[in-house]
C-alpha cells in the first residue's frame, strides 16, 4: 500500500510540475494590444525592435497585438527623433500611448523623389492598397510601402545613391541600390504580389 501511494504521490507532483510548465507557458504567450496617439501620426511602430506598421492610417490609430507584459515601443520617422517609451502590456488589453516626437534640422535641397510603382511611371491607382510593409533606406527607416506608390507620393532624397530595402508581405523582400537625381522622380517597380 505503501508503494502505491508513493507512485501515486510522484505522478499528482509530476503531474502538477508539467501543468506548471504548460500554465507558464501559456501565460508567457498571451498577448494584450498597443494603441498609439501621437504627433508625426504615420510613425512606424516597433515593438521590440521589431516593425509592426504605422501608428495611423486615415487618420485612424492603429491596434496592434504585444506580448504581455514590460515592451519597448519605438516610434520611427526619418524627420524626427526616435521615440522610445517602456510599457506594460496586460493580457486581452489594450495598452494606450501618447507619444511626440522632436523634429530634426530638415534637410537641405536639391531633391529627387523615391517611388514604389507597379511598373508605370506614375500610376494614379495604389498597387499596393494596404500594404504597410517596412521601406529602408541605408537600413534606417523611412516609411511604409502604402505611402511610397502613388502620385504626389514617395520620400524627397537628396541626389546621391542609396541602399534600398523594401520588407513587404505582399511583395516579398527588395534589396537593391537606387540613384536619386535633383528634380526628377525614381520609380522603382514592385514585383508581382505573391
Do not use: C, W
Not at 529602408?136 to 546621391?160: A, K, M
Not at 523594401?166 to 520609380?187: H, L, M, R
Amino acid at each position: 500500500m505503501l508503494q502505491r501511494f508513493e507512485f501515486t504521490a510522484r505522478r499528482f507532483a509530476g503531474l502538477m510540475f508539467i501543468s506548471a510548465i504548460g500554465t507558464g507557458t501559456a501565460a508567457a504567450q498571451e498577448m494584450g494590444y498597443i494603441k498609439a496617439y501621437g504627433a508625426p501620426s504615420d510613425a512606424g511602430v516597433f515593438i521590440n525592435g521589431q516593425y509592426i506598421g504605422p501608428a495611423h492610417r486615415f487618420t485612424l490609430s492603429e491596434k496592434y497585438p504585444a506580448p504581455a507584459g514590460d515592451v519597448d515601443v519605438t516610434f520611427k520617422d526619418p524627420r524626427y527623433e526616435d521615440y522610445t517609451v517602456k510599457v506594460n502590456v496586460k493580457p486581452k488589453k489594450t495598452t494606450k500611448i501618447k507619444y511626440t516626437m522632436k523634429m530634426l534640422e530638415p534637410a537641405k535641397p536639391p531633391f529627387g523623389r523615391l517611388r514604389l510603382g507597379g511598373g508605370e511611371p506614375e500610376s494614379f491607382i495604389s498597387v499596393a492598397a494596404g500594404d504597410v510593409g517596412a521601406v529602408y533606406i541605408n537600413d534606417r527607416f523611412y516609411g511604409y510601402v502604402d505611402e511610397l506608390n502613388n502620385v504626389g507620393g514617395g520620400l524627397l532624397l537628396n541626389p546621391g545613391t542609396y541602399d534600398l530595402h523594401v520588407s513587404s508581405p505582399k511583395f516579398g523582400e527588395i534589396n537593391q541600390k537606387v540613384t536619386i537625381e535633383a528634380n526628377k522622380v525614381t520609380v522603382v517597380p514592385l514585383p508581382q504580389a505573391k
